[in-house]
């Protein structure tokens, strides 16, 4: 039992952690908002405007952290009350991360290396993750939990990209240096598909585990 409780909490560890460099780098970036930070080039797209950067930051830090726990089965089912409450929450999170991240994408001014693919990148799976927001809301209204639980597993991981994407640039940078606009492009759409991979492989595997006939006692 207490194997199953400690395994039940390494997929949360292991969200928190992916999303850290993220969250980090959105409090840096609300840091400079709050303080009034001088506007430089580098961070001018982001402080000439800061409205929806602050949604962005605030939504997606509770979106991924609250989220990751989500993922504990044992919660779920000691703390039922709690884990509809999160939910109502992160669901209206979710969405103000998706909504605010497709209107910078947009609305606001980007460098060069932000349009393009990029763009498109994001203005997809932006759209994509405000559909399975709403998918999966509409399926716990209709008591669908199966529905639910995989429209709310693909919303997250598209939340989470940009954890995955830390992680790609990261490695590219390390063994082929800075990548060119197209690579970069490449590498962050790379990272949803990544991390929406993951998650419909998990969809499918609790599907074919609940199909699994129960030993006939002989």
Do not use: K
Not at 50 to 62: D, G, K, N
Not at 92 to 115: H, K, Q, R, Y
């Amino acid at each position: 039992m207490l194997r199953n409780r400690r395994s039940g909490w390494l997929a949360p560890t292991g969200l928190i952690a992916l999303s850290a460099v993220p969250v980090l780098a959105g409090a840096i970036r609300m840091n400079e908002i709050v303080s009034g930070a001088a506007i430089t080039p580098a961070n001018a797209r982001f402080l000439t405007f800061p409205a929806p950067v602050a949604v962005h930051i605030v939504a997606v830090t509770l979106y991924t952290v609250l989220g990751a726990f989500q993922f504990v089965p044992g919660l779920r089912a000691r703390r039922p009350r709690w884990h509809r409450a999160a939910g109502r929450l992160l669901v209206v999170a979710g969405l103000l991360a998706a909504l605010s991240g497709l209107w910078m994408t947009l609305f606001s001014e980007v460098p060069p290396a932000d349009e393009g693919l990029l763009a498109w990148f994001r203005l997809v799976f932006g759209s994509g993750m405000l559909a399975a927001l709403v998918l999966g809301f509409r399926a716990i209204r209709r008591r669908e939990v199966r529905r639910h639980r995989a429209w709310m597993a693909r919303a997250y991981a598209i939340g989470l990209g940009a954890g995955t994407q830390a992680l790609t640039q990261g490695l590219w940078l390390a063994f082929a240096g800075p990548p060119g606009d197209v690579t970069r492009a490449l590498l962050l759409g790379a990272s949803w598909v990544i991390n929406l991979a993951v998650a419909e492989w998990i969809i499918r595997r609790r599907r074919g585990s609940r199909r699994l006939p129960s030993p006939v006692s002989p």
